[in-house]
């Protein structure tokens, strides 16, 4: 690839790339050197690759280097900067990777450098491309497909400089032809925003019911936790090998964020939860592990409830149903198509929502099947999207209130 003489070798480890404070983004390539699709994109209107191998946070990219799916060839690191200065710093803060673009006249784009595979490890080399077509005409090289959001009626232009990533989206999709389509449905009218949780902390001994007909992931008595702030969560021997369901809840304000421990007993990635919604509600999924118990590290600011449940306690996808934060739900319907309406986070109506499918047919224990993902966006949004014939596990990802309104196909 022509980098036999820049190039410099990295640790297969978690690195932090930043750019001086330039807004960044990271294309993830396949073998031909392109982005298998809108999600191999990340930046700061998509933070988190699905993988959740790559993640923008603060203006800066975490790469997760031990983590990048196999198929991933090269990672790019582009800027909507003339010019400028990257760093990657290793977990403890050595810098093993640096690179600076000198400034082009006319230049509102770049292609800092990129991270590849060779030998089974991972090299950074230097790139130093500039685009004058900014960051649309940059990411299009890679397959990506975008337009320019539109100004809105009566603005003025925006003034000439670089392109921010926040200003570059994805294609509408076609509409379809008249032959052969179906009357479109009139438009329903927008739900009322759930609102988020105000009643009583949950209590320890609330009930649940087995969703009837769910046969994947071990049964037993539920687990349940409580405490103030930080801990450290193992469960006992009650629990088999296999994933289960994870329900945690805190009080007020406050950071909380949930990973499983690995045997030298440091985090392991990704992350179970990361939010800070407040007067969080959630749930998903952790895999126990085989010959030893689970346990995880609890991050949290207040008083807080942990529940681990079989997978067949989580809700049944049918109807209509609301939910604030994520979530962990059951499929087993024959397909349908869900409709998705997602106010956002309580704050400013923005915030990501993501669906993980997990198929999971025939399936009894062990590790779950390879992900499919049904939705990877920046709310506020309202979109219907296809669930594919079940039994389905469905790992939501929502920073605010949802409503999902299933429509069972014939």
Do not use: C
Request: no cysteine; glycine share 14%; proline share 10%.
């Amino acid at each position: 690839m022509g980098h036999k003489t820049k190039s410099s070798w990295v640790p297969s480890v978690t690195l932090r790339v930043d750019a001086g404070g330039v807004e960044q983004a990271a294309l993830l390539l396949g073998a031909d050197g392109r982005v298998r699709g809108d999600a191999d994109m990340v930046f700061e209107g998509q933070p988190v690759h699905p993988s959740g191998s790559v993640r923008h946070e603060s203006a800066a990219l975490v790469l997760a280097l031990n983590e990048v799916e196999a198929a991933v060839e090269r990672i790019v690191i582009a800027g909507s900067a003339d010019g400028g200065a990257l760093t990657a710093l290793a977990p403890d803060g050595t810098a093993v990777a640096s690179y600076t673009v000198p400034g082009t006249a006319g230049v509102t784009a770049v292609t800092f450098g990129e991270f590849f595979r060779e030998s089974g490890g991972w090299k950074f080399g230097p790139l130093g491309k500039g685009y004058a077509s900014g960051l649309a005409g940059l990411v299009t090289e890679f397959g990506v497909e975008v337009a320019e959001e539109s100004p809105e009626p009566g603005t003025e232009p925006a003034v000439a400089g670089p392109v921010p990533l926040t200003g570059v989206v994805k294609v509408p999709a076609q509409a379809p032809s008249a032959e052969g389509s179906r009357p479109a449905e009139p438009a329903a009218p927008a739900p009322a925003p759930a609102p988020a949780p105000t009643g009583p902390f949950p209590p320890a001994d609330r009930p649940y019911e087995l969703v009837e007909g769910w046969e994947f992931g071990p049964v037993f008595e539920p687990f349940v936790a409580e405490g103030f702030g930080n801990d450290v969560i193992a469960l006992d021997d009650r629990v088999g090998d296999g994933p289960v369901l994870v329900e945690v809840a805190q009080e007020d304000r406050g950071y909380l964020g949930l990973f499983t421990l690995d045997r030298r007993n440091k985090d392991e990635s990704p992350f179970l939860l990361n939010d800070l919604l407040p007067d969080f509600r959630g749930s998903t999924f952790a895999q126990v592990p085989k010959g030893r118990p689970l346990r995880m590290r609890l991050a949290a600011e207040n008083r807080w409830i942990l529940r681990v449940k079989p997978l067949a306690a989580a809700r049944r996808l049918e109807g209509t149903m609301h939910g604030y934060g994520p979530e962990l739900l059951l499929y087993l319907g024959a397909g349908a198509d869900l409709r998705v309406d997602f106010q956002g986070s309580p704050e400013d109506g923005r915030g990501y929502a993501g669906i993980q499918g997990y198929g999971v047919g025939g399936r009894t224990g062990g590790r779950l099947p390879d992900m499919d993902l049904l939705l990877n966006e920046i709310g506020p949004l309202r979109q219907t999207i296809p669930v594919p014939r079940g039994p389905q596990l469905l790992h939501l990802r929502a920073e605010g209130a949802w409503t999902f309104t299933v429509r069972e196909l014939d």
